[in-house]
């Protein structure tokens, strides 16, 4: 009955849904130096004063460059440090203390990112997002990701419109630990392989419409520039220093995937990484790290050619991102835990409803396990 349950609400919401969307933030400005330009880009939109949102480590690090573009152009603002998490209690915390500020401002990673639209969102003003890594492609999206106090999934908060603005300083995301450079690789390799499987089942996309040739060229596009430029950029940022090949990942982990994965859709990479946070051995692990074993398991669960398989896992772990139990910190972990994480992947609320066919969690158990075992013997 469930399964007959979906099909027809899959069937009804399609019926229902004609047009196709694609969308996209107001602005995107990529390039060195973008961080002394923020007061700027602020008045722009907005005149009362900036209300930012900031990570203590970023705050620490560019507080100079953050504050003096402001007080050096006589604009106001209120600078708040962000505490962690992307939940309720931080989204209302800041809403209370907005004052008469008119536009938020997110400078930070992800988490700090989400908050910031959410806050907007609830605040109905709008956002500048002013990501200081590359590690995902929530940036550019009309969604915020919103977990509990101690950091579990609960549920995607829809926004009606995209980041009015989105700065990327390449000179700081260059400086950043090479990490999360290569955790936005992997959020982003699932840019395609969810597209696709979105295309089939002509899914509705996290825009609310069906998916347009040009949101799964771009996709595509963001699959074959990661390929080509992921371990270039690696090596330059490894150095701390911007290459053509870092400008290029910067654009396709950020504005490609971003544009994409909303206009094109999610799939069961992302439904994994959902349901791998209910496992607390994974919550130290970044998103793209864990979203980029779910593309491996999206690619066993589609039963894709093993030259491709193989492909992706080589690429990833080059990369340094995870392909294996033991890498994700699950090398011991019961069946029956896994079957949890399987099961919360297959959520009613999640987007393994997307897959052109029906998935169960005994589905995505086997996939993961067999992911395991084909990363486990490549040498």
């Known amino acids: 009955m469930e399964a007959w349950n979906r099909k027809t609400i899959r069937k009804e919401r399609n019926v229902k849904i004609m047009s196709k969307i694609i969308c996209s933030p107001g602005s995107y400005i990529q390039g060195n130096g973008e961080m002394r330009q923020l007061a700027k880009y602020y008045q722009s939109i907005g005149s009362k004063g900036a209300y930012i949102i900031v990570d203590r480590f970023i705050y620490d690090t560019y507080q100079v460059e953050i504050e003096s573009s402001f007080r050096e152009a006589d604009t106001p603002f ?4 962000f505490n962690g998490e992307c939940c309720m209690k931080e989204i209302h915390m800041h809403e209370e203390q907005l004052g008469q500020c ?3 401002i997110g400078i930070g990673g992800g988490k700090t990112l989400d908050t910031s639209k959410a806050v907007s969102f609830y605040a109905g003003i709008p956002v500048i997002i002013v990501p200081t890594t590359a590690a995902s492609d929530a940036p550019c999206s009309r969604l915020a990701v919103i977990y509990t106090e101690s950091g579990e999934f609960e ?10 603005m989105v700065i990327m300083d390449t000179e700081v995301i ?3 630990p090479v990490r999360f450079l290569m955790a936005g690789i992997g ?3 699932a840019t395609y392989y969810e597209a696709t499987a979105c295309d089939k089942a002509d899914a509705i996309t996290m825009a609310g419409g069906h998916i347009t040739r040009a949101a799964i060229t ?3 596009l963001c699959r074959d520039v990661l390929l080509e430029d992921g371990l270039k950029a690696k090596a330059a940022v490894e150095k701390g220093v911007s290459t053509q090949a870092v400008e290029n990942i910067v654009e396709a982990n950020t504005y490609l995937s971003g544009v994409g994965f909303e206009s094109s859709g999610l799939a069961a990479a992302h439904a994994i990484h959902n349901g791998l946070t209910v496992l607390e051995e994974t919550h130290r692990f970044l998103h793209g790290e864990k979203v980029a074993f779910g593309v491996i398991c999206q690619l066993v669960l589609e039963n894709r050619p093993m030259e491709e398989i193989e492909r992706i896992i080589r690429f990833c772990r080059k990369c340094g991102l995870p ?4 890498e994700l910190g699950l090398e011991e972990i019961s069946n029956e835990k896994l079957l949890e994480a399987a099961t919360a992947s297959c959520a009613d609320n999640d987007t393994m409803k997307n897959m052109p066919f029906e998935v169960w969690p005994e589905d995505i158990l086997a996939a993961m396990q067999a992911a ?8």
């Open 372 to 379: 395991n075992q084909i990363s486990c013997s490549i040498e």
């Open 187 to 189: 959020d982003a390799l």
């Open 218 to 220: 771009l996709a595509k």
């Open 78 to 81: 209120i600078l708040k440090i």
């Open 102 to 104: 008119d536009v938020v």
């Open 155 to 164: 549920n995607y908060l829809p926004l009606p419109s995209n980041p009015d």
């Open 174 to 176: 260059a400086k950043a």
């Open 323 to 326: 392909t294996t139990f033991k």
